[in-house]
């Protein structure tokens, strides 16, 4: 590999987005220790946020429980603003959310995000294990969760409301978590817009999400209660960067593999690119029903890599690209990030003081 030029910084800012894998052969334990240490590099190499997934009942995933994590990685860390990619709403009392993420603005003044979404984050029967009460299926009253939820943040609520006394008692107050929308369907981009919140388009799950940008743009309603002004917009993307192309699709062949097998029902712990390029080469894509949809992946070298995020950056006009990816091997992730940094000649900052800019 040649010697790279100096890069200089985009016009965008850059994040990371953690989905806790856990390595065949390894602990769930050992994953959300891996996350703590990729935070702190993330952090060390100028990465503007870090947020954390939320899946239940799966082998290959630990982040089960987001806001613990937030909480951890924001104790390791110092500067870099920590959050939820995201909280699934439908699982949770909107105002047990909200003291929750109260007590950690409190705890980290100006650095957390609570991005939310509507998506449940695993199968139907994990999501009706995760209800409190299960005599019925919970409704699907998002918009009106989404809601109950800022109001508690803004303070929001209609007098007559019989909870309207509960936002006061916060225990994070003055400080409050940024809220952001998450999502991937058109319902997100409007709720999104019609709140007034930034809005993070999983580009990863629905490459096809330039539409949604539009629809978030265009009824976008700037309220007194945000701190926003104008829409704000990040896209998450799937990206692995290597010290070449060849490796950088070797270290795919684990999250493909994880995929393909997700769509079948089957559910497993992150295989090694060994394995993983095993099972491919016997089980190559076929386009059949169940088939794993080849979602957008930017794969390659460092010059490759930046060029794919500037492409997809201009292609939503994105004021952020937040970057997830899994592998089989932590040390491999961090080196990606390392990569990614240089290309794009990321300022590692050695300033104690927060980030305390919300968007």
């Known amino acids: 590999m040649g010697v790279m030029t100096p890069a200089s910084p985009p016009a965008f800012r850059l994040s990371v987005l953690d989905q806790a894998p856990i390595a065949e052969g390894s602990t769930g334990g050992q994953a959300l220790r891996n996350s ?43 500067r870099i603003r920590v959050g939820t990619g995201g909280i699934m709403l439908p699982h949770y009392s909107p105002f047990k959310v909200a003291e929750t993420f109260s007590m950690l603005a409190g705890l980290f003044p100006g650095r957390i995000d609570l991005g939310v979404g509507r998506a449940p984050g695993t199968d139907g029967r994990t999501a009706y294990a995760l209800q409190r009460d299960r005599r019925e299926r919970a409704p699907d009253d998002f918009p009106q969760q989404l809601a109950e939820l800022l109001a508690y943040l803004d303070d929001r609520m209609p007098e007559d409301h019989p909870f309207a006394t509960l936002a006061r008692t916060l225990p994070g107050r003055p400080d409050v978590p940024a809220p952001w929308l998450l999502g991937s369907s058109p319902d997100s981009a409007n709720w999104a817009a019609e709140t007034g919140l930034p809005y993070c388009i999983a580009d990863f799950i629905n490459p096809q999400g330039v539409p949604l940008a539009h629809r978030y743009r265009s009824g976008f309603q700037a309220l007194e209660s945000r701190n926003l002004s104008a ?129």
């Open 231 to 359: 829409p704000y917009l990040m896209a998450a993307v799937w990206v692995i960067c290597a010290d070449t192309d060849v490796e950088a699709e070797r270290l795919a062949a684990s999250s493909l593999m994880l995929f393909r097998l997700l769509h079948r029902g089957e559910l497993i712990a992150v295989p090694t690119p060994e394995d993983a390029l095993r099972f491919l080469e016997r089980d190559p894509p076929t386009g059949a029903p169940g088939a794993t949809r080849r979602r957008r992946m930017i794969l390659g070298t460092p010059e490759t890599v930046r060029a794919g995020i500037e492409a997809v950056a201009a292609e939503y006009g994105a004021d952020e690209i937040m970057i997830v990816n899994i592998m089989h091997d932590h040390d491999a992730r961090r080196r990606s990030y390392a990569l990614i940094a240089e290309a794009f000649g990321l300022a590692a900052s050695d300033a104690t003081e927060p980030n305390a800019v919300f968007v």
């Open 36 to 78: 703590i240490d990729l935070a702190q590099n993330a952090e060390a190499l100028g990465f503007f946020r870090y947020w954390l997934a939320e899946h239940h009942a799966t082998p290959g995933l630990a982040s089960a429980s987001p806001e613990v994590m937030v909480s951890a990685v924001a104790s390791a860390t110092r």
